[in-house]
C-alpha cells in the first residue's frame, strides 16, 4: 500500500512539559492572553424606560422576521389537531407574502414597489386579510390565544436581548454605554470614532 509521500517522524529530542507557574504569552501581537477572555452575556436589563423602547424598536428592526415565524409556527402547531381549513388558508397566504417579498427582491429599481405602495401597508393588508381569514374559518380564539401567548415572550425577548454590535471593541476599547454610538460625526463634520 502506498503512502503518498507522508511518513511521520517520531522526535529525537525529548522534552520536558512546561510547569502550570508560567504564565502564557502571546506569540504574535493579534493573540491574547487567556486572561483577557470574557465571557458575553446577550441578555440585561436596560437601565432607563427610552433605553427599553430604543431597545425593542432595534431589535423588531433586526429580529421581526423571526419573531413572525415565532408567533406563525405557535399558531401552525394549534391549528394542526382541529382547524384544517384555516391551516390551508395560513399556509397559502403565507405563499401569498413570500412572493410579495420575491416580487419586491426581483425588481429592486422599481418605483412603484418601494416607492409609491409601502411595504408596511402591504405586509399590514396581508396580516389583516390573514385575522379575518382565521375568524370566518372559526380559528379566531387559536388567533387571540396564540397572540395573548406569544406577543409576551417576544417583548420580553425585545426588552432583554442585546445586540452584538453594542459590544464592538475598537482600539481595545468597549463602548461602556448601550445607547452611545460607536462612529459618529465630529464638530467639523468628518466621519469618527467616539471611543475614548
Known sequence: MANYGTTQRIPTTSTTPSSTSETYEPKAPHEKKHSDFKIFCPFNFPLTSEASAIRIIKNFENLGLYYTLFVWIVLFITLIPQRNVSLILLVIMTYVTTLYFLLLRAC????????????RFVLGL???????QLILTKAGIHLAVTL???VPIVLVHAVLWVGFDAFEIENGFSVSGELVPLVGQNQNGEVGSNVV
Open 108 to 119: 429592486p429599481n422599481s418605483e412603484v414597489l418601494h416607492k409609491i405602495i409601502d411595504k
Open 126 to 132: 396581508l396580516a389583516i386579510a390573514t385575522a379575518l
Open 148 to 150: 395573548a401567548c406569544t
